[in-house]
């Protein structure tokens, strides 16, 4: 099994699902939102971490991704997130992200059991690339051991690699580690593997290292000046650039992030609404938000302007 080459590298965001009042996925303020983060150059990874990803159905996202397509945004910018613990959930997500005609697919490990084999984890790849058996498939591996506490080793990497060149195609990093992004790139990059940091606080040394880019939170509410620091990581000001976004993130990385992101969006639309989280997560809490606002001020951060839905 082959595929073709990849159009992913660069910024990618894990993109915010705003929710109806009734917590039901919000189409029209998704729509509007993926389509200013295309116009700032930043790719659409929906269902990631902070899209609430794994506090959406099935059917859900098949029908996000759908209206995404529908629409005219361009498939080649996107890599949703298809793993799941249920290994048939992961199969049909996956083939019909391949059959949307999507780059790529980001992929987390089951999570729910934890202390698995690598041996298990493989078998779970191997699963959804074998049943979906199809070369247009590429799967990017989500390491997110702080969150699934279940990790994607350098030998698992390697075999899956042995296994499916060209489809097992990259990794987004995020243990927040940069010795483990690096290993990572050393180990594997000169194979054409793509390796994608977990937050722009790493760009530049992973663009630096020769990895591919990152998948970032914050690209949700920073995503311009981040697609513009990766695209010029080599002119000078690189590492001032870098600093700016560094900035940016702390403010953010101090509150609960899904909450304090759609804040800011809610704040520089004048649409509330965006300040919905689906449960067990709840909204950044008043206090929280001014902070939130006090420091982004601080910094002058200039808050997204998304039109409100009609």
Known sequence: MS???????????????PFEADLSPSSPRFLRHCRALIAQDVGLAVFGTNSEGNSLSVAEKRRLLDVLVEAG???????????????????????????????????LPPFYYKGVSDEGLFRSFAAVIDAVADPRLRVYLYHIPPVAQVGISLPLIERLLGRYPGVVAGIKDS????????????????????????????????LRAGGAG????????????????????????????????DRVRAAF??????????????????????????????ELAVEARRGLDADLDAIGYVRPTLPAPD
């Open 175 to 206: 243990s927040g580690e940069w010795s483990n992004t690096k290993a990572v790139i050393e180990a594997f990059g000169a194979q054409g593997f793509e390796v994608f940091a977990g937050s722009e606080t790493f760009l530049l040394s992973t």
């Open 214 to 245: 990152c998948i970032s939170a914050t690209a949700n509410v920073n995503g311009a000046a981040i697609a513009a620091a990766a695209a010029r990581w080599r002119e000078p000001g690189a590492d001032e650039r870098q600093a700016a976004l």
């Open 73 to 107: 945004l361009p498939p080649s910018r996107m890599m949703p997130g298809t793993g799941a613990c249920a290994l048939p959930d992961a199969i049909e997500l996956t083939r019909h992200a391949v059959e949307a005609g999507c780059a790529g697919v980001l992929m």
């Open 3 to 17: 595929a073709s080459p990849s159009t992913l590298r660069g910024v990618l965001s894990p993109v915010l699902t």
């Open 253 to 282: 990385q101090k509150r609960p992030m899904i909450a304090a992101m759609k804040a800011a969006i809610a704040t520089g639309t004048g649409d509330e609404d965006w300040c919905r989280v689906r449960p067990p997560l709840v």
